[in-house]
């Protein structure tokens, strides 16, 4: 069975597997964006497509951060929060959601730890990760 997650990494980068930063995002162009910023940033990163079972993968990787789109139709980036922030398992995952609506607001209300605007510079993505992670 083909994995429906991609990775990327910097170059000779030493992250670990608990600094793993988890992107869920249906535009394959913006998930790519954001995933070879990231990577040149230092992080490990992978992609994961929007599924139905989207907790049950994020339960399963156990990634440090998520950056999560807030309309995904398979469960919006706010019920995300809820669900993820609300159990004992996950509540320490780290969550950005993203989308091209001005929602900040709404996405920390819902217990997201940052919200980023798409298509932010790649320097505005690598600050809003770097604070998200503490």
């Known amino acids: 069975m083909k994995s429906d997650v991609a990775m990327d990494e910097a170059p000779g980068s030493r992250s670990s597997e608990a600094e793993r930063i988890l992107i869920v995002e249906s535009d394959g162009e913006v998930a790519l964006e954001m995933s070879r910023a990231l990577a040149r940033g230092g992080f490990h990163v992978e992609r994961c497509a929007p599924r139905e079972d989207v907790v049950e993968r994020i339960r399963e990787l156990m990634p440090r951060l998520v950056i999560y789109d807030v309309l995904l139709p398979q469960l919006d980036g706010f019920a995300l929060c809820r669900e993820l922030k609300s159990s004992p398992e996950t509540a320490r995952i780290g969550l950005v959601l ?37």
């Open 98 to 134: 993203t989308s091209f609506l001005a929602a900040e607001d709404r996405a920390l209300e819902a217990g997201a730890d940052a919200f980023l605007l798409k298509h932010a510079s790649p320097e505005r993505l690598i600050e809003i990760v770097r604070d998200a992670l503490g």
